[in-house]
């Protein structure tokens, strides 16, 4: 089965979208024997001596497997709106390019980087008469709401409709969450029969429990402390100012120390505002690369899983599954309607606090560090229900997805020859 799947980021970015994504196309080789081709950007953060930039209009590649097909675009600054789009067009018109000259896929997948990515997915699909896969990361016109610098009803009606028209045109719908689910559906006009849910996951192999005492503890003198960690993207939708309130809060507690490992656009900001009140309990790690994260999670006493008021269902944070995986604790400063909220009350592995209410944070985090028990009990619990967010399970459910819609189409094209 041959696979052709459309997202601007992938390998070797970093990214939470394009690490998954990776993940995905190379386990669907690797696994389960597809020819997977993934039409992909050019790296926003390219890794030292790798083979990822573009050198044309469109360059072929091939790791592990898969075969890249990296196309030209812009790489502006992405804090802007204006440099943003410009790379999501960019992207967009080569994509396109690149996809309408493949070798021809069985099946065709949309994801949402850009959010008009799905577009190219869709005349490729039809380009080749192959159907087509939308699987939802985030929702926009909703998520572009985070965008400082950017408020037009143009372009959300716009959004709102590519949305709306691409959910009909699918075979099916992935969601990574129930309550994205719902708003597709409701929302969106998703036919609820062709949209499913597949949740996002951790490797469970290599994020296991671990002991706090070790190498990247160490190296950062976090070994006593008690420390409560934001791990992954420091952007916009974390609502992160409410942390560095909760961190003031909590300064009677010497050996509370508050750590941001990771890289975003928020970060800078919160580097500044720490430094302003003169916050020896907060501290900034630079990002963890993959084979670390083990270590790193372990670290953590416990963690803080955070989204601004009104995203719920529109996004859903992936760091939650290597959190689980790692068998640690946290606290959900989310709405009650968010997956994190929903997870936390069924399995008992984390508490939940209001969205932007630093006293509730606080609150929470003072009750890990005063219970142990609670904490051990907390953190069983999270790697119990962790390990049914294994990547290879969820891998699984996406090929029994592209198999199933794949042979639907094929059934669909004998009956047509058959009746021709």
Wanted: one cysteine or more.
């Amino acid at each position: 089965m041959h696979i052709a799947i459309f997202n601007r980021s992938y390998y070797p970015d970093q990214s939470a979208t394009g690490q998954l994504l990776t993940d995905l196309c190379e386990d669907l080789v690797r696994v389960h024997g597809c020819r997977v081709s993934v039409v992909t950007g050019p790296s926003l953060l390219p890794l030292p001596g790798s083979e990822a930039e573009a050198r044309g209009l469109v360059v072929r590649q091939e790791h592990n497997g898969v075969e890249i097909v990296r196309t030209a675009g812009t790489r502006f600054d992405k804090d802007r709106f204006v440099g943003r789009v410009t790379n999501y067009v960019s992207y967009f018109a080569s994509a396109t390019f690149a996809g309408l000259r493949l070798d021809k896929p069985d099946v065709v997948v949309g994801l949402t980087d850009p959010p008009i990515i799905g577009l190219t997915a869709w005349l490729v699909g039809k380009r080749f008469d192959a159907p087509l896969v939308m699987a939802f990361q985030d929702l926009f016109p909703e998520v572009a709401a985070l965008l400082k610098d950017f408020h037009s009803d143009l372009v959300n009606s716009v959004l709102q409709r590519v949305n709306q028209f691409l959910v009909r045109q699918a075979a099916m719908n992935i969601a990574i969450g129930e309550t994205m689910r719902r708003r597709l559906i409701e929302n969106k006009g998703a036919p609820a029969a062709r949209t499913t849910i597949i949740p996002n996951w951790a490797d469970t192999e290599s994020i296991v429990p671990g002991d706090k005492d070790n190498a990247f503890a160490r190296a950062h003198g976090l070994v006593d402390k008690f420390v409560v960690m934001h791990s992954g993207n420091i952007g916009l939708s974390q609502s992160l100012d409410t942390l560095i309130d909760a961190a003031v809060l909590l300064r009677d507690i010497p050996d509370l120390q508050i750590v941001f490992q990771g890289e975003g656009v928020k970060k800078a900001d919160l580097q500044a505002r720490t430094r302003e009140l003169g916050l020896a309990n907060v501290s900034f790690l630079p990002f963890a690369p993959k084979a670390r994260l083990g270590e790193s999670f372990a670290a953590a006493d416990v963690f803080v899983v955070s989204l601004q008021r009104g995203l719920s269902g529109y996004i859903v944070p992936s760091k939650l599954y290597g959190i689980l995986a790692s068998g640690r604790p946290f606290v959900a400063a989310v709405e009650e309607s968010c997956e994190v909220a929903l997870l936390a009350t069924r399995h008992e592995c984390g508490l939940l606090a209001e969205p932007g209410d630093a006293q509730q944070l606080a609150d929470c985090l003072r009750r890990f560090y005063h219970d142990h028990g609670l904490t051990r009990r907390y953190g069983a619990n999270a790697r119990s229900v962790g390990l049914t967010f294994d990547r290879h399970t969820q891998v699984a459910r996406y090929f029994d997805v592209f198999q199933r819609v794949a042979k639907r189409s094929m059934s669909a094209s004998v009956v047509e020859f058959v009746v021709r």
